[in-house]
């Protein structure tokens, strides 16, 4: 079993950790420096991985009984196999901070370095003090406010092996073979060859969507009023830009249900049947007032389709709030699409209304981009090495190949023992990890666990 050593000066928060982790208040906590001086040992689980931690007393030199601490905290480093060094990132650093954490890692092990009581992110510039250390694995928390605990975690298992004593192999665990799954019969969906990119401009009533319509097109191609509801029709225009045809679509603005009126009924079928036919969707919002619960519900629309999206603040010369206010609400109201971009424009002014356009072509080769199956399957290999699946149970889960069979937006399937037992947690795992490693800013990414000769998408991120 793996033992993991908390390891720090005084009253960095190394008992708070330790109680955190354990799911219980064992270690004494408290805002005296030295409270710990034994080294505690508790077995504990993390991501489901079984391990011993260790909380280890202050390292300082005050006096004998702290010289007696520190041995016995070392002591404790020495015999763990992953080390966490803690430090008050409240604090500036200090050369005592460094020396023992060079000290530490000297010893070739696992090792990262824990800034603690980062409770905001006002105080994550705090954190970047300590990147003189030269440390590869740095983890910004607080342990009080539960922040970045996750993450800390995350890392801790990639290196915790499974309870091999409680696992039970699958019969046909070991018998499949990659050239097997290469002569199933699956269908490799080629792109049509096309230089058209149809684009559908959706948001609330009287966002703006005519007159960015207007601005793209450089005429006055949609009636634009202050009214709320002129649009009805759709309303199509194309423009040529760096040899592709770009087809833009004004769909009519969406109301609340409880105030959708006669025709307008039609349009909202309408407007629906146009994002079926759609490669990317621009959400425009209005910056000039605060966002509504229907916001989110239309662009619920564009998820539900799995376009491409480019997230346009409209009116930005009329903005209620900062740069940062504005993108950290949006984030945080639309988390199902923290892959689109965003960009502040005035279609009145035409106000950086020229960017979208590059910014379309951008998100389309993403949206249509295929990811060799060398690279993909490599990825993944890494991905599980790092954070190993979870046991389904007492069974072992296993992703034995991926590939992707389709695009616009990219479908991949995960070919494995277990499928219904890849978890939405470890699927969004894997989503990050694709991301980081390719360019997929703007576009939806679809996996589907899949048995082996399996042939049904039956499940989707």
Not at 1 to 14: D, F, L, Q, R, S
């Amino acid at each position: 079993m793996k033992t993991i050593a908390i390891i720090g000066k005084p009253n960095v928060g190394k008992s708070s950790l330790f109680n955190r982790i354990a799911k219980q208040r064992i270690a004494i906590t408290s805002d005296f420096s030295g409270t710990t001086r034994d080294v505690k040992a508790h077995v504990v689980e993390i991501c489901e991985k079984p391990c011993k931690i260790l909380d280890t007393g202050g390292l300082d030199n005050k006096d004998e009984l702290f010289d007696n601490v520190k041995i016995k905290s070392l002591e404790a480093g020495d015999r763990a196999d992953i080390i966490l060094m803690m430090v008050d990132g409240k604090m500036l650093p200090s050369d005592e901070d460094k020396k023992i954490f060079y000290t530490l890692q000297a010893q070739k092990k696992p090792i990262a370095l824990v800034i603690n009581k980062i409770d905001n992110d006002k105080e994550m510039q705090n954190a970047w003090e300590f990147s003189e250390f030269g440390a590869e694995n740095i983890f910004p928390i607080s342990v009080s406010h539960n922040r970045g605990v996750t993450k800390l975690l995350q890392w801790i298992a990639s290196f915790l092996p499974e309870n091999e004593s409680e696992l039970v192999m699958d019969e046909d665990d070991d018998d499949f073979d990659i050239n097997d799954f290469a002569q199933e019969e699956i269908e490799l969906k080629e792109d049509e060859e096309t230089n058209e990119i149809n684009v559908a401009i959706i948001g609330r009533v009287n966002v703006g969507k005519s007159s960015l319509l207007n601005s793209l097109v450089g005429e006055e191609r949609a009636v634009v009023s202050s009214i709320a509801g002129t649009t009805i029709d759709p309303v199509d225009e194309n423009i040529t830009y760096k040899d592709k045809l770009i087809n833009f679509v004004d769909t009519a603005g969406v109301r609340r249900r409880s105030k959708i009126e006669g025709i307008e009924k039609y349009a909202l079928m309408r407007t629906n049947a146009m994002l079926e036919n759609a490669d990317i969707a621009l959400l425009v919002l209005d910056s000039s007032e605060p966002f509504k619960e229907l916001d989110e519900r239309i662009a619920n629309l564009a998820d539900k389709n799995s376009l491409g999206v480019i997230i346009v603040l409209n009116k930005w010369d009329k903005r209620l709030e900062s740069y940062k206010e504005s993108i950290d609400e949006i984030r945080d109201r639309f988390k199902f699409l923290a892959f689109a971009p965003i960009i502040t424009v005035s279609a009145l002014s035409k106000q950086r209304v020229y960017k979208i356009k590059d910014l379309i072509l951008s998100v389309y080769e993403n949206y249509k981009r295929r990811i060799p199956t060398s690279k993909l399957n490599e990825l993944i290999k890494k991905a599980t090495i790092r954070h190993q699946l979870p046991a389904d149970k007492t069974k072992r889960v296993k992703i034995y190949f991926a590939t992707q069979y389709d695009t616009k937006p990219p479908k991949i399937a995960l070919v494995m023992n277990r499928p219904k037992a890849l978890h939405f947690s470890y699927k969004r795992y894997l989503l990050n990890k694709l991301r980081e490693e390719f360019d997929l800013e703007g576009t939806p990414v679809l996996i589907y666990p899949r048995a082996k000769g399996e042939k049904d998408e039956n499940s989707q991120i």
